[in-house]
């Protein structure tokens, strides 16, 4: 199997008020953020740059985060990738395709304390 960066974080946020912050923080924290506005946009740049993980907003334009997920399951089994571990923020009930699990349901609004010891779980701290 091929592996992801091992602290690489895809962003994928729609809005650039909150992608801004969100990829500060995880840049702070000693991470390696990279930031798409959609889904589509996402999966073009995980193909290129495999991540470690995934935190996406659900409602996008193009293609939501829910279908993120599951194209991102898709690519990760035809090219013998490891799925990243997903975190999806809703400000609403989400409305998940069909077996689309995240590993972890982030409500909005969220406190960065909450994004930082998911980050610890899934990823270990950096050196």
């Known amino acids: 199997m091929l592996t992801?960066?091992?602290?690489?974080?895809?962003?994928?946020?729609?809005?650039g008020a909150i992608a801004r912050v969100l990829a500060a923080f995880v840049e702070d924290l000693g991470y390696?953020?990279?930031?798409?506005?959609?889904?589509?946009?996402?999966?073009e740049t995980a193909r290129v740059r495999w991540?470690?993980?995934?935190?996406?907003d659900n409602m996008m334009p193009l293609m939501?985060?829910?279908?993120?997920?599951?194209e991102l399951r898709a690519e990760?089994?035809?090219s013998g990738r490891v799925m990243p571990p997903t975190i999806l923020m809703t400000a609403a009930n989400p409305r998940l395709g069909d077996g689309v699990v995240p590993d972890v349901l982030l409500p909005k609004p969220f406190d960065l304390?909450?994004?930082?010891?998911?980050?610890?779980?899934?990823?270990?701290?950096?050196?």
């Open 64 to 70: 939501n985060g829910s279908r993120l997920i599951t």
């Open 51 to 56: 991540p470690a993980l995934v935190l996406t």
């Open 113 to 127: 304390v909450q994004v930082e010891a998911l980050l610890e779980r899934f990823l270990g701290r950096p050196e």
């Open 32 to 43: 390696v953020a990279i930031v798409a506005p959609h889904g589509a946009a996402a999966l």
């Open 4 to 15: 992801p960066e091992r602290f690489l974080v895809l962003i994928v946020e729609d809005e």
């Open 76 to 78: 990760a089994a035809s």
